[in-house]
């Protein structure tokens, strides 16, 4: 009988597993283990593992009773890979016990791979280091130790230092016995960061030909009609960037990931001047000393290439003529492919070749670019093959994510309609509207097009994120010497059905897409302001007629007694209603508002009007004309906006029996019993992006005003006049028959006009903004001005050169729950006028004509504190 049979050892070694089958026959000496013979396994122990499924591990090997196996052969070999490839053992060894006949007893002895219970760092390393790096490696208890899982954690945390710059870190893993639990370790993971490495210097070897040589010495120019200097490929490089006097601030470090992606981007500032086969054949990264290191680039060129002819196959909806136009290219044209994927793929305008025929319902719509040839000269032409497809008809709208706003708020701003012909223009437009709500995360937005090619229809689903979009006001400002406190409540969607519907009230009825809007005002005895206002933005749920009632009430005063001798106060109660409306001609950008007001005046020794005894009645209609392409209402990268206003009074005096010459003799309160003129405004501004991410926005604005009189003999109104200056970062006086309009670098609330206001107003301005962070639950930018405006108390002096001008810097901060938060810090350049609020004090010198430190909060419906 065979008594017991070693078959095999096993070694792990750099990483591969060789396998030692030795045999031996202790009786008789018989050698029957030494030539191939087939046996039938009658059974199988395991042994080594009791914390294991002893079944599964049969399974597993392959070994199970019944099985035929050839000894010497493949089969033991094969199982003993299969069970060290789990990774749960340490030791396999697979061992005979006997042989009956051509029955073998086999038995399969394990040592399991040690357990980590924790682990720790060391090093002096911080926390929030260390919970980076506990969250990014896959360590936690019970894990089983290999030495795949040592190597891959050290990797992980050296590429984590090396993001960072630490090139020469050192990590090392010292395995301890846990005497606590059986094969159990713990890890100390020391962490050596050593000093971080800088760029020193990118070293650009532009279009040089490679000898033998490795002295750089001996590499030669090759002239090219284009060329781009060191620093001008060093700029293409967004994040590898080498020290210099304006990165003192700023870490010059080295990351992997964004050396090839910057080298990439270096190849495509080539590929777009028609150096199609330029490339980097060489380049190096070295460490100069311990705390720095260097990079060579060395680049070809190649030659230049132009576009040839580009022919069409496959169209029959539009001509080659016209796709010839859309496309922009013409014969002998620098080659450049990213133009070919803009052209016919997407571009930031919409001229394109795909969105063309997309927009007209052929969803399945398919180019190709096929290079045909290229010519001696290096023209290389092209062979575009179209795919027009069937044209798909929208069958369902579905929408998700929606927890709050009903489906019938979002469905009438969805611009694509079932049974309409797909057109991704409107799914576009779409996006913006539903941006424009405000009520929707417009970065989390998202369209799925769900085609049906079998009866050539197609499936929209929209997937929108709710926000917050309520707000909640608890401002202050500082502004005329005051400090003014404001508390407001604002619901921008809102829901009168579900008012008296139970448990509705989650804490207020929402989901209708109604605002609601309350806010109060005050800086003591001396100003109140109290308004209220409701609109149902569709009014009857059909049609894009929004309706609007709103009423204020507000007292100015100086601040005495009321029945004191010296009191002066100006108070003014406001009603009104406006109906508003979107239009499809010239184009469905513009909108329509009308609006009846009426305000009430009552004035006692008022010290802010021409009229400073009596009352007054205002009783004014007001036509606004908007067209609007604004997209994100919070931080908007394109679009502009452009508002044509007009507000007017009855011309009493045309009917009021009186002569030019009575009303001279006329007393204050006889002359404005009724306020009598009329208004014109038109404001613009516009959002254009300077980068291709679209994050660095340019936001120029102007705006003109004129408040005109029906009769010369009695003159302009003494209300509705403009006043310009201040930060308007605060609402102080938007209720009081004046129309504020901020010039910020101006110290006061009025500092620029007169007393009285101007009827004539000019301002400019511009900006620069860049987003620190466009998460909506903060959303930040910073922003640099530039401003100019001046006001005139009759149209013949208007002069729009004659302005004063400031600049500044600033940043905005906006909160769902608290609106727009701001800071503006600017300095007026030029002296007041003679008569302007502030002239004669130091603040009309220019050389101490501060008027900075603009300081406030605001919400953001509340920026039009004047529409300028």
């Not at 019944?66 to 890979?81: L, M, R, V, W």
Request: glycine share 10%; aromatic share 12%; charged share 25%.
């Amino acid at each position: 009988m065979i008594k017991y049979l070693i078959v095999l050892v096993s070694i792990a070694f750099s990483g591969g597993i060789f396998a030692q089958i030795k045999g031996e026959n202790i009786i008789g000496g018989d050698n029957s283990f030494l030539e191939p013979k087939k046996y039938t396994i009658a059974a199988c122990q395991i042994v080594g593992v009791d914390h294991l499924d002893t079944d599964a591990i049969r399974l597993v090997s392959g070994l199970t009773v019944g099985k035929e196996i050839t000894i010497p052969g493949q089969d033991i070999s094969k199982a003993i890979q299969t069970l060290w490839e789990q990774e749960y053992f340490s030791d396999v060894q697979i061992l005979s016990d006997k042989v009956i006949g051509d029955d073998i007893f086999l038995t399969i002895k394990l040592q399991g791979r040690p357990k980590l219970n924790k682990f720790k760092f060391a090093g002096g390393i911080r926390k929030g280091e260390e919970d980076n790096l506990k969250e990014i490696i896959d360590l936690y208890e019970g894990k089983t130790i290999t030495e795949s899982l040592i190597q891959n954690t050290k990797n992980i945390i050296k590429g984590y230092y090396n993001e960072k710059g630490f090139y020469r870190a050192k990590i090392d893993i010292i395995q301890e016995q846990d005497t606590n639990n059986f094969n159990s370790r713990n890890f100390i993971i020391k962490v050596d960061k050593k000093e971080r490495i800088k760029i020193a210097h990118i070293n650009v070897y532009d279009n040089e030909v490679i000898n033998e040589s490795s002295d750089a010495s001996t590499y030669t120019k090759i002239k090219t009609k284009v060329s781009y200097s060191d620093n001008g490929i060093r700029r293409t490089m967004k994040d590898t960037k080498q020290k210099g006097i304006m990165r003192l601030f700023k870490r010059s470090k080295f990351n992997l990931t964004a050396y090839a992606r910057d080298k990439a981007a270096i190849i495509d500032k080539y590929n777009a001047v028609g150096l199609r086969d330029a490339a980097i054949v060489k380049d190096s990264v070295y460490v100069i000393d311990e705390k720095h290191m260097g990079i060579d680039i060395y680049i070809e060129k190649g030659e230049e290439y132009y576009f040839g002819d580009i022919t069409w196959v496959g169209n029959s909806k539009y001509r080659d003529g016209q796709l010839d136009t859309l496309m922009g290219i013409d014969n002998g044209d620098v080659f450049d492919s990213g133009l070919i994927e803009q052209r016919l793929f997407g571009s930031q305008d919409g001229r394109d070749i795909t969105s063309l025929y997309m927009d007209r319902g052929h969803l399945f719509f398919n180019v190709i670019p096929v290079e045909t040839s290229i010519t001696a000269d290096n023209k290389i032409n092209y062979e575009m093959r179209i795919n027009e497809g069937k044209e798909a008809r929208i069958r369902n709208i579905i929408l998700k994510g929606n927890t709050k706003t009903n489906d019938h708020v979002i469905l009438r701003e969805i611009r694509t309609k079932p049974g309409d012909l797909f057109n991704r223009n409107d799914i576009i437009r779409t996006q913006r509207e539903l941006a424009n709500l405000g009520y929707f995360d417009p970065e989390q937005f998202g369209v799925n097009p769900i085609p049906n090619p079998v009866d050539g229809t197609v499936d929209i689903e929209y997937t929108v994120v709710e926000k917050s979009s309520d707000q909640i006001e608890l401002s202050g400002g500082f502004g005329g010497g005051r400090l003014i406190g404001t508390v407001g409540l604002s619901f921008t969607n809102f829901s009168t059905k579900n008012f008296f519907k139970k448990g509705a009230w989650q804490p207020l009825p929402a989901g209708d897409g109604q605002r609601l809007s309350l806010r109060g005002q005050t800086y003591g005895r001396g100003y109140q302001s109290y308004n209220l206002s409701f609109t149902e933005p569709w009014l009857g749920g059909k049609k894009p007629t929004s309706f609007t009632v709103f009423s204020s009430y507000s007292l100015l005063t100086n601040s005495v007694a009321k029945d004191a001798e010296t009191y002066s106060g100006t108070s003014i109660t406001s009603v009104g209603v406006g109906l508003g409306s979107r239009l499809k001609w010239p184009d469905d950008y513009f909108q329509i508002y009308g609006e009846f007001n009426y305000q009430y005046y009552d004035l006692t020794r008022s010290q802010y009007f021409i009229f400073t005894d009596g009352y007054s009645n205002n009783i004014s209609l007001k036509g606004v004309l908007t067209r609007t392409s604004i997209g994100d209402p919070i931080y908007p990268r394109n679009g502009s906006k452009f508002t044509l206003t007009a507000k007017a009074t009855l011309p009493y005096s045309s009917f009021d029996g009186l002569e030019d010459a009575d009303y001279p003799g006329l007393s204050d309160q006889e002359r404005y019993k009724f306020a009598e003129y009329y208004k014109i405004k038109f404001t613009g501004e516009w959002y254009a992006p300077l980068d291709k991410n679209k994050k660095l926005i340019l936001h120029p604005k102007f705006g003109f005003g004129f408040l005109g009189a029906y009769n010369s003999a009695k003159g302009y109104s003494p209300f509705e006049r403009f006043y310009l200056g201040g930060s308007g970062l605060n609402g102080t006086w938007q209720f009081d028959g004046r129309e504020i309009i901020s010039l910020r670098g101006y110290t006061g609330q009025t500092p620029v006009s007169a007393e009285t206001g101007g009827t004539v107003i000019a301002k400019y301005s511009l900006e620069l903004r860049y987003p620190l962070s466009l998460n909506p639950s903060a959303t930040i930018y910073g922003l640099m001005f530039a401003e100019a405006g001046n006001t005139w108390d009759a149209f013949n002096k208007f002069d729009p050169f004659n302005v004063k001008r400031s600049a500044g810097v600033g940043v905005r901060l906006f909160l769902p729950m608290f609106g727009m938060l701001g800071v503006d810090f600017a300095w007026g350049f030029d002296p007041l006028d003679v008569g302007a609020l502030g002239a004669g004090d130091p603040s009309a010198d220019p050389g101490s004509n501060i008027k900075g430190y603009t300081f406030g909060f605001f919400p953001i419906i509340g920026m039009n504190i004047g529409d300028l």
